[in-house]
């Protein structure tokens, strides 16, 4: 029996039987059989008066944009699959970014500072043997996701919406004026209506899925990790860390971060679907073999409490937009965090006001076509800029690099990334990228080291590099515009609907889209 075999059939809830279930889609995915549903049809008649105006699919991120739109007077109700309630592990995320929560109104700051079960630091950046930068104020604080969602599922009540637990989403038909959602509870089918349909189911949304049409992801992140007792005391976390060279044809890196009942620890990697990439058990497997040596710390000596694992799937047609009226994918289901980051509760409180005031917007001037739900997902080059950094922290499976490439180039741009300071170095680790700071960092690496950035264009390829080469140029352009749109904010918001719609999308287009709606946290 394997290490992986032996410590996840002890833990509750299945998670060696839920392990293998995963790897098997993976496997699917690596084969190219990517599940191509269809569950969105279309009828050109009309409904009677629909019965909601929004409904959202996916309960567990999806009550925060819920309680937002119900809290402004709008009929929401929230389907889920399952019972609506947070997971034992934590979310790590930075206090600056969960104040969005008290600024949209979702929870008073005393209800907030109660959901943060842990607070850490600083936090370490390190490749290989070289030296490591630390930083203070990203992803250093534990969300608890029950005490969170539990906050927001009365708060979303107390503001008249339904949640429908237990409730599975099987067809959706769009009509003229709504969209009618077959479910099931049980053996007990129902219909409900609505005028919108939020989709945050996450990655495998069948609604996404469908969208996509078959499309096979780009790249992957796979992820594997646990929560356990029993580590050397430590404060600390690290954000970004590898100490190993290249294996399998793979870069690792880890996480770790303390937690309330242990100290969580995570491996992951980027690859692409190539059917050699190895399985999230093989993984496992590694990631067992190796922590030891990464925590200094003797298996037997943990006491385990929580196994964690994923793959993650990353498109660069992305965000999503949805090829229907009346439904718009959001979250996970949308692609719309860069191919860097897993996990979509950073993104999402990154968005949360965004989508709030665009999605009132579009109900109240009934804006709901897929061409004007469109502009709620739009083109994000600083989103597109990252691909060519993944693609430079991964390699081919046919490949040939030196096996610490990737970790010199890495331990390189973050050197200067620190000597560039908080302004340049806390966006990029908040899945943020501007114009300014990435040119700065570029022009720093590429004149302090510039064998470690030669070496990169063979591994990433002429082609990615010129591609990259337009999105940096749209970045650059986008933060011109915003400077020059954010002239004409206050007029915009006194012009009727359909103006002020769409002008102001454009606008938060050319905002998120070049990294300037991140504001650097005061000094303590």
Sequence with gaps: MTHTEQILSQLPGDSLSGLRRLD?????????????????????????????????????????????????GWRVAVLERGVLKGREQEWNISRHELAALVQVGLLSAAELEAAIATDYGPARIQFG????VWVDGVLNSGVDPVILLDCLKQRFLEAGGQVLEQTAVESLTVHSNGVAIATRQGDHVQTLTTRLVLDAMG?????????????????????????ASGYPENVTGDLFVSFTPIQRQCQYFWEAFPA??????????????????????????????????????????????RALFGFFPCYRHSPLRSP????????????????????????????????????HSALDADLLSQAALARLQPYQPNLSVTWLFQKAMSVGVQQAIAPNQINELLAAVFQEMSQLGDPVLKPFLQDV??????????????????????????????????????????????AALFQIGALWQSQIKTLPNPQRYYL????????????????LPPSP
């Excluded at 269809?38 to 409904?47: A, M």
């Excluded at 043997?129 to 490591?132: A, L, M």
């Excluded at 990439?277 to 200094?296: I, M, N, T, W």
Aim: hydrophobic share 35%; net charge negative; charged share 15%.
């Design 129 to 132: 043997d070289r030296p490591g």
């Design 24 to 72: 098997a889609r993976w496997q699917d995915y690596k084969q190219g059989h990517i599940p191509n549903p269809t569950v969105v049809h279309q009828d050109d008649t009309s409904l009677a008066s629909p019965d909601w105006d929004v409904a959202v699919c996916g309960g567990t991120l999806g009550i925060m944009i819920g309680c937002a739109l119900a809290q402004r």
């Design 433 to 478: 990228v501007q114009f300014p700071a990435l040119l700065q960092t570029l022009v720093r690496t590429g004149l302090f080291h510039p064998g470690t950035v030669i070496n990169v264009v063979p591994q990433v390829g002429i082609p990615a590099l010129l591609d990259w080469t337009r999105h940096y140029l749209n970045l650059g352009l986008y």
């Design 260 to 305: 309330k009942d242990g100290r969580t620890t995570y491996l992951f990697t980027y690859v692409d679907l190539h059917p050699d990439r190895p399985s999230l058990e093989s993984l496992f497997d590694d990631y067992l073999r190796l922590l030891p040596d990464y925590q200094g710390v003797a298996l037997d000596s943990l006491t385990w409490k």
């Design 324 to 359: 229907w009226d009346r439904i718009l994918p959001m979250g996970d289901s949308s692609g719309s965090q860069s191919p860097l980051s897993f996990g979509g509760f950073g993104n999402m409180i990154r968005h949360l006001d965004r989508l709030t005031q665009g999605i």
């Design 504 to 519: 102001s999308r454009l606008l938060d287009a050319w905002q998120y889209g070049s990294g300037q709606d991140y504001h």
């Design 203 to 227: 990655h495998f949304s069948p609604i996404a899925l469908q969208a996509r049409q078959g499309a096979p992801p780009d790249a992957a992140c796979l992820v594997v990790g646990t929560c």
